[in-house]
């Protein structure tokens, strides 16, 4: 019964100062990828139980990784690059770790692909990105710091390129002494980052550099003919003010008409353009839906696009610094992102590494052209196991139903509710909206709980439960009602009652769903990975990933549970969990 789940409910007002503290101390949440810690600390990790070590999600052997960099295809194997120290479990000393794949799930680690080496990059080699030239050669333009000064670093853009092309796995790579081949000259030297992959039109390759001048986020565009040689354009490619740093821009087209992805350079009558930005003030990755105008160079969001702080979210929890390429082979467009830790800075010494990737998704357009759909790519599915379901449960208000006979914290949940009726939907409550507009989701999850009694809904998953559920991570849907017959969908992945461990940053996360509520059903699928619960909503229309830390509800010792606390009983048309398997990350 939900009885076990009583928390003190907050104050409107103490909720709103509470909100407003956890998003500007961002130290305990999402970690800033260019923050600087001057001193590294070797333990002994194996005595550490390593209880929250993901299975099949991508992170290596030890130490600290966050920025996936130059994802890409090459002869036969899928390329991962990312930021990596190979010093220690915090940031600094950044290399450009390099791994391999067949599936883009079971990896192959390889020695790290750039160093800091040269003048050009003595200080650190950043994010950047892969393009694929004609004749099947890749190249590599990243961040490189020249100087310490001013903080973070004096950046500068650089290249490079295989030592041995015909070699699959690309293990060398050579920096050439002609770079920098892209200085700040008149930008604003310690942010002006991040290039993005290529494209070729009108005779010149073009790539963005994300920068900011005060509050206003810029994105500069460069163009060449020979890869070499870049020139920048008189106009920002795209800009906005009162956002902050754009870190880790990312650009590409999306086709208007089913699920197959485009090439970068891709042009045509069914084609739209998304432009993404990871915020650094923010620690979240927005983005848009526009056109591209060829003749002056610039991205123009749609009129249905909110360009700023309040705007599209690929993940509304753990996800950062995130980057897409095209897969040749398979004709998607796949989105990489970084899910740092929310333990402290101590816990993750102790354990020896830091970060994880979260599983890579196919991203494609709605069919109302108005915002990305997402999913897990299909080779996941390879990994599932033991297998169990359940058709028409029905749950009443206040029942919990365990779902048995899987491995409860390595898992795959696919599960469909649905309702007989929407009049027992709460009504939807106008103060909420005096809630800064980007935080308005997240806001409502902090007051409606899974604890706090509705009407059709709360209704979801326990996740990585302990047995009488002092540690629980649930993944529910609210319903409310607003004006005139519409609804509004909540979908929530509420970390604060995830572990005992009050040291931990436990954010409650929140989205809205885009849905027709006539069918009277919604689904729901979680990845459920030790210290990760990756939620998709609705075929991918809303995502949440939370990181979580339980102390009880860890191994043999978690559960997983349906649950309904709304007065409106909800049944589980069907549920098809999956034990999954461990990856082979060597």
């Known amino acids: 019964m939900m009885r076990v789940f009583n928390r003190c409910v907050w104050s409107l007002a103490l909720l709103i100062c509470l909100l407003s503290m956890l998003s500007n101390f961002h130290g305990i949440g999402v970690m800033a990828s260019h923050n600087v810690h001057l001193r590294y600390q070797t333990n002994n990790v194996d005595k550490v139980k390593q209880v929250y070590r993901t299975g099949y999600h991508f992170q290596p052997k030890k130490n600290w990784m966050n920025d996936?960099?130059?994802?890409?295809?090459?002869?036969?194997?899928?390329?991962?690059?990312?930021?990596?120290?190979?010093?220690?479990?915090?940031?600094?000393?950044?290399?450009?770790?390099?791994?391999?794949?067949?599936?883009?799930?079971?990896?192959?680690?390889?020695?790290?692909?750039?160093?800091?080496?040269?003048?050009?990059?003595?200080?650190?080699?950043?994010?950047?990105?892969?393009?694929i030239l004609p004749g099947d050669k890749p190249v590599i333009i990243y961040t490189g710091i020249?100087?310490?000064?001013?903080?973070?670093?004096?950046?500068?853009?650089?290249?490079?390129?295989?030592?041995?092309?015909s070699d699959p796995y690309l293990r060398k790579w050579i920096k050439p002494?002609?770079?920098?081949?892209?200085?700040?000259?008149?930008?604003?030297?310690?942010?002006?980052?991040?290039?993005?992959?290529?494209?070729?039109?009108?005779?010149?390759?073009?790539?963005?550099?994300?920068?900011?001048?005060?509050?206003?986020?810029?994105?500069?565009?460069?163009?060449?003919?020979?890869?070499?040689?870049?020139?920048?354009?008189?106009?920002?490619?795209?800009?906005?003010?009162d956002v902050g740093m754009w870190e880790c821009p990312d650009f590409y087209p999306i086709s208007s008409q089913g699920t197959n992805g485009l090439d970068t350079s891709t042009l045509g009558d069914n084609v739209k353009y998304v432009f993404k930005a990871s915020l650094d003030i923010t620690r979240f990755d927005y983005y848009t839906i526009g056109s591209y105008n060829l003749v002056k160079d610039k991205y123009v969001p749609d009129s249905t696009s909110v360009d700023g702080w309040a705007g599209l979210r690929y993940d509304y929890g753990n996800f950062y610094a995130s980057k897409t390429f095209f897969d040749p082979i398979k004709k998607r467009r796949i989105l990489w992102g970084w899910a740092n830790e929310s333990s402290t800075r101590s816990e993750d010494i102790a354990k020896g590494w830091a970060g994880i990737q979260l599983i890579p998704r196919k991203v494609w357009l709605d069919p109302s052209g108005h915002k990305l759909l997402q999913w897990p790519i299909n080779e996941l599915e390879r990994l599932r196991d033991q297998k169990i379901e359940l058709s028409n449960v029905k749950i009443n208000k206040g029942d919990t139903v365990e779902v048995k006979g899987i491995n409860v914290v390595q898992a795959d949940v696919d599960v469909t509710f649905?309702?007989?009726?929407?009049?027992?939907?709460?009504?939807?409550?106008?103060?909420?909206?005096?809630?800064?507009?980007?935080?308005?989701?997240?806001?409502?999850?902090?007051?409606?709980?899974?604890t706090v009694q509705g009407g059709l809904g709360p209704f979801g998953l326990l996740t990585l439960a302990s047995s009488k559920l002092e540690e629980?991570?649930?993944?529910?849907?609210?319903?409310?009602?607003?004006t005139g017959k519409k609804h509004k969908v909540l979908f929530c992945s509420d970390a604060t009652p995830s572990s005992i461990n009050k040291n931990e940053y436990k954010p409650s996360f929140g989205g809205f769903v885009d849905v027709d509520l006539t069918t009277k059903k919604l689904s729901l699928r979680s990845l459920i990975d030790h210290s990760v619960v990756e939620s998709?909503?609705?075929?991918?229309?809303?995502?949440?990933?939370?990181?979580?830390?339980?102390?009880?509800?860890?191994?043999?010792?978690?559960?997983?549970?349906?649950?309904?606390?709304?007065?409106e009983n909800v049944m589980v048309e069907k549920l098809n969990a999956w034990s999954m398997k461990t990856a082979h990350i060597n």
């Open 177 to 241: 002494d002609n770079n920098p081949i892209i200085k700040p000259i008149h930008e604003n030297v310690s942010s002006f980052r991040d290039p993005t992959t290529a494209w070729f039109n009108n005779g010149h390759w073009k790539l963005i550099v994300g920068s900011k001048n005060n509050r206003r986020g810029i994105t500069y565009l460069y163009r060449s003919r020979d890869f070499i040689k870049w020139t920048k354009a008189k106009h920002p490619f795209h800009t906005k003010k």
């Open 418 to 450: 649905t309702f007989s009726s929407l009049d027992k939907a709460e009504l939807y409550d106008k103060k909420w909206e005096n809630f800064p507009p980007e935080d308005l989701a997240k806001s409502i999850c902090g007051i409606k709980g899974a």
């Open 472 to 482: 629980y991570t649930p993944v529910f849907f609210r319903i409310f009602k607003t």
């Open 68 to 131: 996936p960099n130059a994802p890409m295809y090459y002869k036969g194997f899928y390329h991962l690059f990312y930021q990596y120290n190979p010093k220690g479990a915090v940031w600094g000393n950044i290399v450009w770790g390099h791994s391999v794949s067949k599936d883009m799930i079971n990896w192959i680690p390889l020695e790290p692909a750039i160093v800091p080496s040269k003048p050009f990059d003595k200080y650190g080699c950043w994010s950047g990105s892969a393009t």
């Open 146 to 165: 020249i100087n310490e000064k001013p903080e973070p670093g004096h950046q500068a853009q650089s290249y490079a390129i295989p030592a041995n092309y």
């Open 536 to 567: 998709f909503a609705e075929g991918g229309k809303t995502v949440i990933s939370s990181r979580v830390y339980p102390t009880l509800a860890i191994n043999e010792n978690a559960h997983l549970h349906l649950f309904n606390n709304g007065s």
